[in-house]
C-alpha cells in the first residue's frame, strides 16, 4: 500500500511560481510517479510523469517549458513557473505499481495510488 500526501498548492497572481511536494510512504515499489490535475468541471488530466527507475519524464504540451517534475527518494516534486489562469485546478500526485515502459505515462487509468490532492488557483 502507497500513501501519497500532496502539499505547496495556493493563489498566486499569473506569471508566478508555486512548488508542489508529494510525500510517499513506499518508494520502491512504483514504476511511475505523477501528476494530475482537475480543473473545475473538466476531467482530470496528466501533467507530468517521472519513470522511477530511469528518471525519465513526460510533460503534457501546455505544460511544456514551464513545469518540472523531480523526485527524491521519499518525495515528489512539481515545479510550476509561469503560470497561467488556465493552470487552476486540484493538483494531485498519484503512483503506479503495474505500468510498464510501453504504457501512455500521461493516462490516469494507469495508475493505482492517488493523493487527496492540492488545490493551485492563478489569477490574472
Known amino acids: 500500500q502507497v500513501q501519497l500526501v500532496e502539499s505547496g498548492g495556493g493563489s498566486v497572481q499569473a506569471g508566478g511560481s508555486l512548488t508542489l511536494s508529494c510525500a510517499a510512504s513506499?518508494?520502491?515499489?512504483?514504476?511511475?510517479m505523477g501528476w494530475f490535475r482537475q480543473p473545475p468541471g473538466k476531467q482530470r488530466e496528466g501533467v507530468a510523469t517521472?519513470?522511477?527507475?530511469?528518471?525519465d519524464t513526460v510533460y503534457a504540451e501546455p505544460v511544456k517549458g514551464r513545469f518540472t517534475i523531480s523526485r527524491d527518494k521519499t518525495t515528489l516534486y512539481l515545479q510550476m513557473n509561469s503560470l497561467k489562469p488556465e493552470d487552476t485546478a486540484m493538483y494531485y500526485c498519484a503512483a503506479s505499481n503495474f505500468m510498464s515502459r510501453s504504457s501512455q505515462p500521461l493516462l490516469f487509468s494507469n495508475y493505482n495510488y492517488w493523493g487527496q490532492g492540492t488545490q493551485v488557483t492563478v489569477s490574472s
Open positions: 517521472i519513470y522511477t527507475s530511469g528518471g
Open positions: 513506499v518508494t520502491y515499489i512504483s514504476t511511475y
